[in-house]
């Protein structure tokens, strides 16, 4: 059986029946939706995965600049008033 990364479980025909009381036992925790006792999906409040979203464009900002810190030396200072 696969490792479930969550403490709140419901089946799909569970969630079809009765979306807002799985929710709402779940506290705002993840829910993994079962299908035939194995892990399908997992539902997040939509705070959690806006906020993951954010940590994946601050992870992908920080690969673009560690890929071009080699770009560093190149680069000519200019003050802002210059600009």
């Given at each position: 059986?696969?490792?479930?990364?969550?403490?709140?479980?419901?089946?799909?025909?569970?969630?079809?029946?009765?979306?807002?009381?799985?929710?709402?036992?779940?506290?705002?925790?993840?829910?993994?939706?079962?299908?035939?006792?194995?892990?399908?999906?997992?539902?997040?409040?939509?705070?959690?995965?806006?906020?993951?979203?954010e940590k994946i464009d601050d992870l992908e900002l920080a690969q673009i600049i560690k890929e071009r810190e080699h770009e560093?030396?190149?680069?000519?200072?200019?003050?802002?008033?210059?600009?």
């Amino acid at each position: 059986m696969k490792t479930l990364f969550a403490q709140v479980t419901a089946s799909i025909s569970e969630l079809q029946l009765n979306p807002t009381s799985i929710l709402e036992a779940a506290e705002g925790q993840p829910i993994a939706i079962l299908n035939h006792n194995q892990p399908e999906a997992y539902l997040i409040p939509a705070e959690t995965y806006e906020w993951l979203m954010e940590k994946i464009d601050d992870l992908e900002l920080a690969q673009i600049i560690k890929e071009r810190e080699h770009e560093k030396k190149d680069a000519i200072e200019v003050s802002l008033d210059e600009l």
